[in-house]
């Protein structure tokens, strides 16, 4: 068991959930994303015709060997216009801490030997932007 522990924020730019696989598409290497705008939840929104951002990455550096990355929208925040929450830049370094985190739990734990194949783990991660800086937070990581 850890803990992490970090500072509190008031009004987040984004927050979100990500999942370190693919739970459209067994096998095919992707991480699921929702995210929202601000404070209001992904899981429970206030309201049925609040409507989260979700996308997938799908990332190829476990097939080629390379770290690109390409972005498949599933929806838009009806919060935020129809524009992408999170800059391409944000979604690079998302996703390099999803990877380090799946890799991580995967190889160096024990929650990895009940899974043959690195497609089928997932961790459920929860991230937020901070306010003004937009810096990524890891705010927990659990088994998915």
Do not use: W
Not at 68 to 90: C, F, Q, R, T
Not at 106 to 111: I, K, N, Q
Request: hydrophobic share 35%; with cysteine; charged share 25%.
């Amino acid at each position: 068991m850890g803990i992490l522990v970090h500072q509190a924020f008031g009004n987040e730019e984004v927050n979100g959930v990500a999942i370190t696989k693919n739970i459209y598409r067994k096998d095919y290497p992707s991480f699921t994303v929702n995210a929202q705008k601000g404070e209001v939840s992904v899981v429970l929104p206030p309201s049925d015709t609040i409507i989260c951002e979700q996308f997938l990455i799908n990332f190829s550096e476990y097939v080629s060997g390379r770290d690109e990355i390409a972005v498949e929208y599933i929806s838009h925040s009806s919060l935020n216009e129809g524009k992408p929450l999170l800059s391409d830049k944000e979604i690079e370094t998302l996703t390099k801490y999803l990877d380090a985190i799946k890799r991580h739990y995967y190889y160096h734990t024990t929650y990895g030997l009940k899974h043959a194949d690195i497609f089928q783990f997932g961790m459920d991660v929860e991230f937020k932007l901070a306010p003004k800086t937009r810096k990524l937070y890891v705010k927990q990581a659990r088994l998915f």
